[in-house]
């Protein structure tokens, strides 16, 4: 089953905020991978995080890996109407074949 | 272009006609795997591929069989559909490290209806 849990399911943003969604895990995380998904697209790999308390940089996009390795977010500044889409973070354990996905932040832009 | 093919994208089907839908990569990824999309539970994986002749059951895999008989290809195949198998199905590739930490590359997906 599902490994990781998204928060928000939904947001809803005024173009030009800043906003942050999270993921979580009741357990140790190997790592993370963050994909986005446009309306009507497939998912497209970001990024992957696999050490404690790493932050990565994508332009507005800052991903973080928390100290425990139980959580992950994704902060977005200054929101742009290309934003739009479901963002998925993804859990691929390094003793197992399977990735997990969350249920994922879909995020829309009020322009 | 690296891509990840997949046919049919949209097909609507009766309840207990079998039905394949096909999956082919042109990265010479070893490793495969078969996703459903459904409303508010994101993606769940059905079936992974790790290799030729290797594969290996998801989350998902009751009324769904795979086969890997060469590397490019992974075929799903529903040899009885539901209508619970409506979904979205998308097909995915990376190079095999340690495990799936590599990239995952998407296919376009597969839109199913089942009456």
């Known amino acids: 089953g599902q490994q990781v849990m998204q928060i928000p399911q939904y947001q809803h943003v005024q173009e030009g905020e800043d906003f942050t969604t999270y993921c979580n895990s009741s357990?140790?995380?190997?790592?993370i991978q963050w994909y986005k998904q446009r309306p009507g697209g497939h998912p497209v790999f970001l990024i992957q995080?696999?050490?404690?308390?790493e932050v990565k940089k994508q332009k507005r996009l800052t991903f973080q890996f928390g100290e425990a390795k139980k959580n992950s977010s994704l902060h977005i500044t200054a929101t742009q109407t290309t934003d739009v889409g479901t963002y998925f973070c993804?859990?691929?354990?390094?003793?197992?074949?399977?990735?997990?996905f969350g249920a994922g932040t879909t995020v829309t832009v009020r322009a | 272009e690296a891509q990840v093919t997949q046919n049919p994208r949209y097909l609507i089907t009766v309840t207990g006609k079998k039905l394949t839908v096909t999956c082919s990569q042109n990265m010479n990824h070893e490793y495969m795997s078969w996703y459903r999309q459904d409303p508010g539970l994101g993606l769940r994986q059905i079936y992974y591929s790790m290799n030729v002749e290797v594969t290996d059951k998801g989350d998902v895999p009751e009324g769904y069989k795979v086969s890997r008989k060469e590397k490019r290809n992974f075929p799903l195949i529903l040899e009885s559909p539901s209508p619970n198998q409506t979904s979205l199905y998308f097909c995915?590739?990376?190079?095999?490290?340690?495990?799936?930490?590599?990239?995952?590359?998407f296919g376009p997906g597969t839109r199913l209806t089942v009456l």
């Open positions: 993804a859990e691929a354990p390094y003793n197992d074949y399977k990735l997990s």
């Open positions: 357990t140790t995380l190997s790592n």
């Open positions: 995915a590739s990376s190079h095999l490290t340690s495990g799936p930490t590599d990239t995952q590359y």
């Open positions: 995080l696999v050490k404690s308390g």
